[in-house]
């Protein structure tokens, strides 16, 4: 009995080690999420929020992006979700991290709770299933994205609601609709709609279990009362989020994807066949090439599960999440799999969204249930008969060995693996069993725990190489630095266009002092993230206007954004967008666009790579930045204060032939006059890079308007 009593603890104390372990550097360290849509996409938009909130505002509009827009109505902004809220004392950095560890934390107690109420579990059987949903590699691989984390967290929650009203009856109806509301407030509609999805068969296959007898009525009233449970919940969850739901729908309408993706659109980030192996087993010494494909469950959860199909064969529930597994493994595939293509064509709000990859939670979802059946099966095979024992034992090895299979089969189209990965995954494959087969012979209470154990130092493990243990200082995040400085300087009431591209290196001298400071204590692979951060800050990419109080010309979205209008007066300046109508304006250009381009956008300041220009003695030149000569051209009132000379390049079209080419005069308002003879002088070279160094450019004729460029 003590030991009984004491289980739920040793639950709690096992996943929140777990949590610690994998997060530690965020809750004891004092670090913050990186990686590039937390910095550029996350902290702009939390940034905002929260100066709105802290000026008891409601940011209706960003004026920062997008030269305008919606926001409050982009439903990834999540400026209306409640637990949020809670963390507006901290700055958005700081509170990205916390939102973070507490949704890793969310999940991890709603899948335990889950197997308890709905599998009726036992504490380690819960605590495996808890282990396996939240520090499986969905949860590790989306770190970066705090809104699927936030809306994927809720998704054991609003399951196990629904059984508590099938089974309980409509008086435990009120936390459905609360559930529902949160993850539909949490920030990213596509995980809101997976999940939804999934929830929507598993009321009924309830409904049909709970209420239904014999004769095909029954049956078919079981359903339908399953079917109106998940309705009623869904729209009660609905009304609950109506201030965000009913500004997103008018946005959606005004959207660049107003009229929905096409096929191809919808299948952007499907799982391919040759990132399948490395997205579904544990990255001990790689990760796949986009963490959007991380979705495994550790070799101990997969053999927990196998043994839980395996020895759970009658069961109903069983042969639901084993279905939604393999489904949910297929359409990750995309337009590959044909039910990609079908549940496209007729599954009402399936072609909204996009990365056929991130279905792949179902699988962690279904796996995590899956594996605590399998750790039920090991505590109770000690009053399990020998012969079923030697069955269910069979049923297990044929189930390991379709794994493997499919393993071998999956490294036949692999990509090419890393030195050691496909030995690291045999190792820990053999360990896995070594660890588990003895459990099914071995009798005593104490040894059920073995393998939740082991299910969380396995993923702890496998966590290694993920964004979430490569945290950077909060001071990456400054506002700070001479780039932003000048910036802000030049900017005046005008728009930044940003066409840096971040593949320049960071000079020897600051990475030495960078270096010197932080190296020891961040360790290499939070070093390096740091360094990818603080050259994301120093270009402004993309959205960091909106947190550094700057506006920007465009921006990035990825959902909702940019609007329709945005697009056709984008695409009448700079045509070439194609199927790509929230392409970045960097990505459409190879120099600095022309001066219509550059006033209808309200352009001040160009932000982009040194990669073109010559020295003049002090001096830099611009040479992305040129002025066609026909007629005689002047410029007056320029603002020269405070500079000690003037360097103009001069450069002739065609192939003239060497010989006077003009003059320019510089009058310097007092009466003074120097004219300077312009002679064509064929082979000198036209263009030449140099080293590293910012660059100002002014934009002559146009008042305070700047071009400033980094290396």
């Not at 190296?519 to 290499?524: A, P, Q, S, Y």
Request: aromatic share 8%; with cysteine.
């Amino acid at each position: 009995m003590r030991a009984t009593r004491f289980e739920p603890l040793v639950g709690v104390v096992c996943l929140a080690g777990a949590i610690f372990a994998v997060y530690s550097r965020l809750i004891f360290e004092g670090l913050v999420p990186a990686g590039y849509d937390t910095q550029t996409y996350f902290f702009p938009a939390w940034s905002y929020t929260w100066s709105a909130l802290q000026a008891e505002r409601i940011p209706l509009w960003n004026p920062y992006l997008f030269m305008g827009a919606p926001f409050l109505a982009n439903p990834q902004m999540a400026v209306l979700y409640p637990l949020n809220w809670i963390l507006l004392p901290l700055s958005p950095e700081r509170a990205l991290g916390v939102a973070l560890v507490l949704h890793v934390a969310i999940a991890a107690a709603g899948m335990a709770a889950l197997a308890r109420g709905v599998l009726r579990s036992t504490w380690p059987a819960a605590t495996a299933a808890g282990a396996v949903f939240a520090l499986g590699g969905f949860f590790a691989g989306q770190s970066g994205h705090v809104n699927q984390v936030s809306a994927a967290a809720w998704l054991p929650w609003v399951v196990l609601a629904l059984d508590q009203i099938l089974r309980g009856g409509w008086r435990r109806w009120a936390p459905a609709p609360v559930f529902v509301a949160l993850m539909l407030l949490a920030g990213h509609p596509q995980e809101a709609y997976i999940g939804l999805a999934v929830a929507l068969p598993y009321a009924v296959l309830t409904g049909i279990h709970v209420h239904a007898g014999r004769g095909a009525w029954r049956w078919f009233r079981g359903a339908l009362t399953g079917g109106l449970v998940w309705t009623a919940a869904l729209l009660g969850g609905v009304l609950l989020a109506a201030a965000q739901l009913l500004p997103a729908i008018e946005l959606a309408g005004l959207s660049i994807r107003s009229g929905g993706l096409s096929l191809g659109e919808a299948a952007a980030f499907a799982l391919p066949a040759s990132e399948a192996l490395g997205g579904l087993l544990p990255p001990f010494r790689e990760l796949p090439s986009s963490t959007e494909y991380l979705a495994h469950i550790g070799l101990v959860g997969a053999a927990l599960a196998a043994l839980g199909v395996a020895t759970r064969g009658r069961s109903p529930v069983m042969w639901f999440l084993l279905a939604v597994a393999l489904l949910s493994v297929v359409v990750s595939f995309g337009p590959d799999a044909k039910l990609f293509t079908a549940a496209y064509r007729l599954m009402p709000g399936f072609g909204a969204f996009r990365v056929p990859a991130r279905w792949l939670l179902v699988l962690v979802f279904a796996g995590a249930l899956l594996a605590a059946y399998g750790t039920d099966a090991l505590s109770a095979s000690r009053r399990t008969s020998r012969r079923t024992l030697v069955t269910q034992g069979a049923r297990w090895g044929v189930g390991l060995g379709l794994l493997a299979i499919a393993g071998l089969a999956g490294a036949a189209v692999s990509r090419p693996l890393g030195e050691g990965v496909g030995l690291a995954w045999a190792l820990a494959g053999l360990g896995a069993l070594a660890l588990l087969a003895p459990l099914l012979v071995l009798p005593g209470p104490r040894l059920r725990w073995v393998a939740p154990l082991a299910v969380a130092v396995e993923l702890v493990v496998a966590s290694a190489l993920t964004p979430a243990r490569a945290p950077v200082p909060a001071s990456a995040y400054a506002a700070t630095g001479d780039v932003l400085a000048t910036v802000r300087r030049l900017a005046g009431d005008g728009r930044v266009l940003g066409l840096a591209d971040p593949a320049f290196e960071v000079s020897d001298r600051q990475r030495a002092a960078l270096a010197a400071t932080y190296r020891d204590t961040l360790g290499d692979a939070s070093f390096r993230e740091m360094l990818v951060t603080l050259k994301q800050r120093e270009i402004l990419a993309p959205n960091l206007g909106l947190a550094y109080g700057l506006p920007l010309a465009d921006g990035y979205d990825g959902g909702v954004l940019p609007l329709r209008t945005y697009s056709e007066l984008r695409d009448a300046l700079l045509p070439g967008a194609g199927a790509q109508p929230d392409v970045l304006i960097a990505n459409l250009v190879e120099t600095i666009p022309a001066d219509r381009v550059l006033n209808a956008l309200g352009v001040q300041v160009v932000l982009r790579n040194n990669r073109q220009v010559i020295s003049v003695g002090p001096a830099t030149l611009d040479l992305e930045f040129h002025v066609p000569v026909g007629d005689p051209l002047e410029w007056h009132g320029l603002n020269l204060a405070g500079v000690t000379g003037v360097a103009i390049l001069a450069t002739s079209a065609g192939s003239a032939q060497a010989g006077p080419a003009g003059a320019i005069a510089l009058d310097d308002g007092r009466g003074g006059v120097r004219e300077v003879r312009l002679e064509r002088r064929p082979g000198r070279p036209e263009r030449v890079v140099v080293g590293d160094g910012h660059l100002v450019s002014a934009r002559l004729g146009l008042d305070q308007a700047a071009f400033f460029s980094t290396a």
